[in-house]
Nanobody
Framework: QVHIVETGGGLVQAGDSLRLSCEAS????????MGWFRQSPGKEREFVAS???????NYADSVTGRFTISRDNAKNTVTLQMSSLKPEDTAVYYC??????????????????WGQGTQVTVSS
């Protein structure tokens, strides 16, 4: 059982930066792959970025070069640094923990625990 809380969302203008944080309450955080996904109304949950237990990362093509995912195992946190934000980045951003695939997954179904999400709105 992992409790996840995302923070840092807000309303920003196109071109701005925003940093999202995810804190996971688990004694075995170091073994989890962590991922950021986003979802807008009427659309499926979309992969954004993930980071494995070893620190390896994956990014969606739409965010490569603009977003950076990192983790701090001492704090049980994962961060998504977002730069050059675009209106199409507007969505609820969810942090997920993957303790079963033992890798860095781009599939939402591989993640076992999710937070409640944090809203990111980018105005034009």
């Amino acid at each position: 059982q992992v409790h996840i809380v995302e923070t840092g969302g807000g309303l920003v203008q196109a071109g701005d930066s925003l940093r999202l944080s995810c804190e996971a309450s688990t004694r075995t955080f170091v073994y989890y792959a962590m991922g950021w996904f986003r979802q807008s109304p009427g659309k499926e949950r979309e992969f954004v970025a993930s980071i494995g237990a070893s620190g390896n990362t994956n990014y969606a093509d739409s965010v490569t070069g603009r977003f950076t995912i990192s983790r701090d195992n001492a704090k049980n946190t994962v961060t998504l640094q977002m730069s050059s934000l675009k209106p199409e980045d507007t969505a609820v951003y969810y942090c997920g923990a993957d303790g079963t695939s033992w890798g860095t997954s781009r599939r939402a179904s591989d993640y076992d625990y999710w937070g409640q999400g944090t809203q990111v709105t980018v105005s034009s």
